[in-house]
């Protein structure tokens, strides 16, 4: 089955750098990729996804890669702000519409005012 | 956008009580939800495909007696934790899709259950 890597497990930055997250995954079939944000007490919220035909999407401060060839896909947040502060995960799926999603295992994003 | 309510948001329970948590989706309809776990600090494991009109379908280790899930409706699905216990304490969140808009999967907010 597929297994997905997610690093780094908690990153903090400074507020207004910027942040990046990578995942690998392990089936080669996989072919959605979406991020979750997820504040806490709640449950994840999509902030962009990418499907295997692009290789790179972008909607305001935030933008995902993807290397289909590596297995690995990033996810970019510019001008980071407090309010980013979150867990973020990747998943990886082998139907755009995400029948089912193998998670990462999160990264604890910290922004420092 | 499509919108999946889950309700309770937080329950307390005594051992050996059985819970029942409810995952709506209020603006569209659901073939088929998802159930998940989440440990503390942990990534979301699928437990269980709820399906509707017909049974579930459980991921491996998971006891499908001990979490009883019945998917009556397109817009609902409830998931019962059975003669719960405290290693039953845990975040729930389900999922549904919305084929007929974006196609995407949307979470609940989530049920954290204490099993005292």
């Known amino acids: 089955g597929e297994n997905v890597e997610q690093h780094p497990s908690t990153l903090s930055v400074q507020e207004g750098d910027s942040a990046v997250i990578k995942c690998t995954y392990s089936?080669?079939?996989?072919?959605?990729f979406p991020w979750y944000k997820q504040e806490l007490g709640k449950g994840p919220q999509l902030i962009i996804d990418i499907r295997s035909n692009v290789g790179e999407k972008k909607d305001q401060r935030i933008a995902v890669t993807l290397n289909k060839t590596a297995k690995h896909f990033s996810l970019h947040i510019t001008e980071t702000q407090p309010e980013d502060s979150a867990v973020y995960f990747c998943?990886?799926?082998?139907?755009?519409?995400?029948?089912?999603?193998?998670f990462g295992t999160g990264t604890r994003l910290t922004v420092i005012p | 956008g499509a919108v999946v309510s889950q309700h309770p948001s937080r329950v307390i329970c005594k051992s050996g009580t059985s819970v029942k948590i409810e995952c709506r989706s209020l603006d569209f309809q659901a073939t088929t939800m998802f159930w998940y776990r989440q440990f503390p600090k942990q990534s979301l494991m699928l437990m269980a495909t709820s399906n509707e009109g017909s049974k579930a379908t459980y991921e491996q280790g998971v006891e499908k007696d001990k979490f009883l899930i019945n998917h009556a409706s397109l817009t609902l699905s409830t998931l019962t934790v059975t003669s719960a216990h405290p290693e039953d304490s845990s975040f729930y969140i389900c999922?549904?899709?919305?084929?007929?808009?974006?196609?995407?999967?949307?979470f609940g907010a989530g049920s954290r259950l204490t099993v005292l």
């Open positions: 089936d080669s079939a996989s072919n959605y």
């Open positions: 999922s549904a899709r919305d084929m007929s808009g974006a196609n995407v999967l949307t």
């Open positions: 998943a990886a799926s082998t139907q755009t519409g995400a029948n089912n999603l193998f």
